[in-house]
Nanobody, 126 residues
């Protein structure tokens, strides 16, 4: 069992930056692959970024490539999502998720993950 808690969301102007954190507790976080997803009002939850247990492999949705960076610090049991050049369309609730044995094609699939945080709101204003 892994418990995940996101933080770092807030209100930011378009073009600004935010860094989200995902603090993990419970079983050894360093064994788990991790992903970030987001859900805007009236839309389905969508993949944003994923990172392997070691941090050696990262995956991004096309919509955030070059603007967002996923990382992790296993010593701190924490994952991060650095979001730069934010756009209005990035407004959503952002969730982190984790699970074991994620293959390269699994990171972008929400149903792959058993463990989810409660979400943190990111609002980008004009």
């Amino acid at each position: 069992q892994v418990q995940l808690v996101e933080s770092g969301g807030g209100l930011v102007q378009a073009g600004g930056s935010l860094r989200l954190s995902c603090a993990a507790s419970g079983r050894t976080f360093s064994s788990y692959g991790m992903g970030w997803f987001r859900q805007a009002p009236g839309k389905e939850r969508e993949f944003v970024a994923g990172i392997s247990w070691s941090g050696g492999s990262t995956y991004y949705a096309d919509s955030v490539k070059g603007r967002f960076t996923i990382s992790r610090d296993n010593a701190k049991n924490t994952g991060y999502l650095q979001m730069n050049s934010l756009k209005l369309e990035d407004t959503a609730v952002y969730y982190c998720a984790a699970d074991l044995t994620l293959g390269p094609t699994s990171y972008s699939v929400a149903s792959t993950y058993r463990y989810w945080g409660q979400g943190t709101q990111v609002t980008v204003s004009s």
